[in-house]
């Protein structure tokens, strides 16, 4: 069955190059109307200029190539780090198509040095893009999707929040923090027909272009991670999914449970902790719980079954 998107309207992030720009570039192919948003900013947040800059040059030039294939666009030069002008992008989309159906959360940037090297500043700069972007902007949508009883949203997480690289502990905080956004809005979403997912991408942009060595950047094209995007805003996309995608392989990630032990409180539970790490960390009948009142409820349960 393939995936369409007449009728509906989406808003991609940071959508004037990279992956932002294929993702905006496949749901306008297939039907989307799409706001193309981008300050034109530096791999690490520097330059950008706001509306009349190079930047938002580049979220036209999408427009642009969206236009010249027949499809409908409008472009935005909104930082995601400004609530004010994130409703206003909001606002502008609904003035023009009356809805908005797709958040894809994708404007990022990078700070990388070693915690012991790296300043505060550059600590929170990384974290006000990546998760107080992607806050500003879902908390924009969120109403009116709502009201539609329908929406799509994807944060853009990263292998780096989930299992960590060396020298990226802003991003990596910022990425996992995502990833807890998106497990608590998949729950307080889920009736009113609101989907949240994440997608871990990994793939050859200016991003990533000293990190990836030659011979495998050009497997690892943007283009290999947008059919995960499609799907995880597809009409009958799922929810609370960690979908990691590079080089056209697509696997899904979870934050699983292992059954554990119950210790009690006695005087030497320390002790017994110690000694259980091997049936703590056994991975055999490891769950997913649907919620952490879940998980705290499973410790209740062996607790008073002791
Ligand atoms: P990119 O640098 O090509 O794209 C990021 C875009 O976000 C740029 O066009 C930039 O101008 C824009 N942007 C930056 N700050 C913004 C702001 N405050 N408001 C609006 N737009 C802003 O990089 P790429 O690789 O396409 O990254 C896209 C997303 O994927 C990012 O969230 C990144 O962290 C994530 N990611 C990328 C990976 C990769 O392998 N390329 C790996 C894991 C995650």
């Known amino acids: 069955m393939s ?25 306008a192919a297939r039907g989307a109307k799409v706001v193309v948003n981008d300050l034109g900013s530096g791999v690490d947040g520097s330059g950008a200029g706001g509306a009349g800059n190079g930047t938002v040059s580049a979220a036209q030039k999408v427009v642009d190539e969206i236009r010249a294939a027949g499809g409908e666009a409008i472009a935005n030069g909104a930082s995601v780090t400004d609530s004010g002008a994130v409703q206003a992008m909001v606002d502008a989309a609904l003035t023009e198509w009356r809805r908005v ?27 006000d893009v990546h998760l107080m972007g992607a806050v500003n902007c879902t908390k924009a949508v969120w109403e009116t999707m709502r009201a539609q009883s329908y929406g799509r949203i994807v944060m853009t997480t990263s292998s780096t929040g989930l299992y960590g690289n060396f020298g990226q502990s802003n991003y990596g905080a910022a990425k996992m923090a995502l990833v807890g956004l998106m497990q608590t809005l998949a729950l307080e979403g889920a009736k009113h027909g609101i989907r949240v997912n994440c997608l871990a991408p990994t793939a050859a942009t200016r991003m990533t272009e000293n990190l990836i060595p030659e011979a495998a950047l050009r497997l690892l094209v943007p283009e290999a991670v947008t059919p995960g995007l499609l799907a995880l805003v597809a009409d ?71």
């Open 101 to 127: 159906d797709i958040l894809v959360n994708n404007a990022g940037i990078l700070r990388d040095k070693s915690f012991a090297k790296m300043d505060l500043a550059d600590f929170r700069q990384v974290m």
């Open 236 to 306: 009958d996309a799922p929810t609370r999914t960690i979908l990691c995608a590079g080089a056209g392989g697509f696997e899904q990630a979870h934050v699983t449970l292992t059954r554990g032990i119950h210790v009690g409180i006695a005087g030497d539970a320390a002790e017994r902790v110690q000694s259980g790490w091997a049936e703590i960390g056994d991975r055999d009948g490891e769950t997913v719980p649907e919620s952490g009142a879940a998980q705290g409820m499973l410790e209740l349960e062996k607790a008073m079954s002791n």
């Open 3 to 27: 995936i369409r998107f007449e009728g509906r309207v989406a808003i991609v992030t940071g959508a004037g190059g990279g992956l932002g720009r294929q993702h905006a570039l496949a749901l």
